[in-house]
C-alpha cells in the first residue's frame, strides 16, 4: 500500500509556489511495473530539490506528491467520456492483462470503488459507489485495499494516454474487461461515471466485506444489502474468487504460497480459491463444495454460501449450472458497478 502521508505544510506561501510554479497534471506519473512512484523527465527541478531535500522525510516527500496527483486528477473530473478513447482503452487493458496476469486485482479494483455505495444516503459523492474516489491515498489505506496500489500504478499509464475517461469509468472497464478476458461473461456495462473531485469525497474506511466476521452470512447481508443488492447477487459476486489468490502479507487470510501459486503466473505466491485461477468459470462453487483441497481457500464468507440456506439455494445452483451462473455474474457485475455512480450523459454511454 501506499506510504502513510500526515506532513501539513506550515509555510503557506511555499505551498503555494509549489502548487502554482508545477503543473500538477505532469508532475505525477505511477510506475506500470510496481509499487513505487516514479516521474518524467521534463524540467521539474523546483519539485525535484523539493521532494528530494534532506528536510523531509519519505513520508512527508511522499504527501507532496500524493497531494500534485490528486490535483491532477481532479481537473477532469466532470468531462464527458469519450467512447472512442473507451475502445482504444480496452484495447490495451486487454495487452496489460496478456502480459502481467493481473486480471483480479483490476477486478478487486472495480469492485472496491464501487463497494463503498450506501442506499440510505441520497446526495453525490457522499453516497459513495463507483466515482473513482478510490485513486486516493485515503481511502487506499484503508486495510480492505491492502495492495491495490499495485492496480492503480499498471492502468495509470493508460489514464495518462486517455484524457477523455474518468478513473471511475477506468476502473469499471478494467474490471469487466479483466472478467471477460479470463474466460468469463460479457458484461453489460455503460459509462460516463463523473469523478470525485479530491480527497476529501472519499468514504469513511469500514463500508466493504469482511473476510472473516463473527456471524459470516449476517454480515454479508449487511454490507451487500446497504448497497441495494439481494442474496442472489452476493452469491453470483462471490463467484469471482474463482479468480486470484489472497496473500496473508496483506489480507492477514491464506497461506504464503501453495502448489498452485509458487511458480506464479505473474509474482509467485498466495492461496487461490480455484486451482486455475485466472480462469474465469464456475469452479469457485465445485471446490468449496467438495472442500477436499488443503491447498485451496476457504474464507469464513466462502464456507456460509454453502451453510446459509438461502445462499446455499444459489450456491448450489452454480456449482451444478455455469451457464447459470454466468448469466447471474454478469448481471450482479454490472449492478454493481453502476452503484452511486454519476453519469454525464445521465443516461449513459455504451460501447
Not at 506519473?29 to 523546483?46: H, I, T
Request: with cysteine; proline share 6%.
Amino acid at each position: 500500500m501506499a506510504e502513510r502521508l500526515s506532513l501539513t505544510l506550515n509555510n503557506n506561501t511555499m505551498a503555494s509556489s509549489f502548487r502554482t510554479q508545477i503543473s500538477a497534471s505532469r508532475l505525477l506519473r505511477f510506475s506500470s511495473s510496481g509499487s513505487k512512484l516514479s516521474f518524467p523527465s521534463s524540467s521539474l527541478s523546483f519539485t525535484r530539490s523539493l521532494v528530494s531535500s534532506p528536510l523531509l522525510s519519505q513520508r512527508s516527500q511522499a504527501t507532496l506528491v500524493n497531494r500534485s496527483f490528486s490535483s491532477a486528477a481532479t481537473s477532469q473530473c466532470t468531462a464527458a467520456t469519450d467512447p472512442e478513447q473507451l475502445k482504444s482503452a480496452r484495447e490495451d487493458i486487454k495487452k496489460l492483462l496478456n502480459t502481467k496476469f493481473c486480471h483480479p486485482i483490476l477486478v478487486r479494483l472495480g469492485w472496491h470503488d464501487a463497494g463503498t455505495y450506501n442506499k440510505n444516503i441520497s446526495e453525490w459523492p457522499q453516497r459513495g459507489g463507483a466515482n473513482g474516489s478510490l485513486r486516493y491515498e485515503i481511502e487506499l489505506k484503508h486495510a480492505a485495499n491492502a495492495g491495490l496500489v499495485n492496480a492503480l500504478n499498471l492502468i495509470q499509464h493508460i489514464k495518462d494516454m486517455y484524457s477523455g475517461i474518468s478513473y471511475a469509468d477506468l476502473f469499471q472497464l478494467a474490471s469487466a474487461t479483466a472478467i471477460e478476458e479470463a474466460g468469463g461473461p460479457k458484461i453489460p456495462m455503460k459509462y460516463g461515471r463523473v469523478d470525485t473531485s479530491g480527497p476529501h469525497e472519499c468514504p469513511e474506511e469500514g463500508r466493504l466485506p469482511d473476510a472473516g466476521p463473527p456471524s459470516p452470512a449476517n454480515h454479508l447481508r449487511e454490507v451487500f444489502y446497504r448497497m441495494g443488492l439481494d442474496d442472489k447477487d452476493i452469491v453470483a459476486l462471490s463467484g469471482a474468487h474463482t479468480l486470484g489468490r489472497s496473500r496473508p502479507e496483506r489480507s492477514g487470510w491464506g497461506k504464503p504460497e501453495t502448489k498452485y501459486t509458487k511458480e506464479g503466473p505473474g509474482a509467485p505466491g498466495g492461496q487461490s480459491w480455484t486451482p486455475e485461477w485466472l480462469k474465469f468459470d464456475n469452479s469457485y462453487f465445485t471446490e468449496i463444495k467438495e472442500k477436499r483441497d488443503e491447498d485451496l481457500l476457504v474464507l469464513p464468507t466462502d464456507a456460509a454460501i454453502f451453510e446459509d440456506p438461502s445462499f446455499k439455494v444459489y450456491a448450489e445452483k452454480y456449482a451444478a449450472d455455469q451457464d447459470a451462473f454466468f448469466k447471474d455474474y454478469a448481471e450482479s457485475h454490472a449492478k454493481l458497478s453502476n452503484l452511486g455512480a454519476k453519469f454525464n450523459p445521465p443516461e449513459g454511454i455504451i460501447i
